[in-house]
Structure formats: C-alpha cells, structure tokens
C-alpha cells in the first residue's frame, strides 16, 4: 500500500531550526514530483516547496534563503531543513507526492501531517 509516513516537527523559539523527514514505500519514490505544503488554521493550504523527479526545486518566496529540501533516493526519503524559523511559519506540514491540487485534507498520496509550532 501507498504511505508516506512523517517524522519530526514541534515546537521551538523563533530563529530555531528543525527538520522534517518523510519516508515513503508502495510507489515508485522517483517517478513523481514531490514536495511540502504547510497550512495555519484560518490559511489557504500553501506549497512550501518542491522537487521534481530531475531534481529542479521550487521554493515559496516566505521560506526562500531560510528552508532546504532534499531527497535521498536509497533512502526513500524527503527532508525539510527549516531554518531561522518565524512565528507565521506555524502550521501543519504535509509531505506529499501528489501536488496537485493544493488542498490539506487527508488523500492518497500525502503524508499525516506533523505540527510546527514557532514561538516569538
């Protein structure tokens, strides 16, 4: 069965880093496009970045110079190092290797969500 299954997150202060990890297994790892979407309460459903199966990346312009993904294939794993981290980068974060379209509910193909919670 298709899961991608994620790890990491919490809380910390303002100007901590933390990093997500999402491992996924019953797909093809790189035959799809994948990425991270991030959503506040009150907040549409955000795509934080992305990587593509020949690896160009996309990032949104809150989070660029601040956040990195990565991906190891032996692994079968995608990474979200988030750095200087802000209070409006609070939210649930999505692993997710169906991007389209954005939406932040429970689907194939996205990972559970893990709470990021950042403090002033």
């Known amino acids: 069965e298709v899961q991608l299954v994620q790890s990491g997150g919490g809380s910390v202060q303002a100007g901590g880093s933390l990093r997500l990890s999402c491992t996924v297994s019953?797909?093809?790892?790189?035959?799809?496009?994948m990425g991270w979407y991030r959503q506040a309460p009150g907040n549409k459903c955000e795509l934080v970045t992305s990587?593509?199966?020949?690896?160009?990346?996309n990032y949104a312009d809150s989070v660029k110079g601040r956040f990195t993904i990565s991906q190891d294939n032996a692994k079968n794993t995608i990474y979200l190092q988030m750095n200087a981290l802000k209070p409006e980068d609070t939210a649930v974060y999505y692993c997710?290797?169906?991007?389209?379209?954005?939406?932040?509910?429970?689907?194939?193909?996205w990972g559970q969500g893990t709470q990021v919670t950042v403090s002033s």
């Open positions: 997710s290797a169906d991007l389209f379209p954005p939406l932040c509910i429970p689907r194939s193909y």
């Open positions: 019953g797909f093809t790892f790189d035959d799809l496009d």
């Open positions: 990587i593509t199966t020949d690896g160009r990346i």
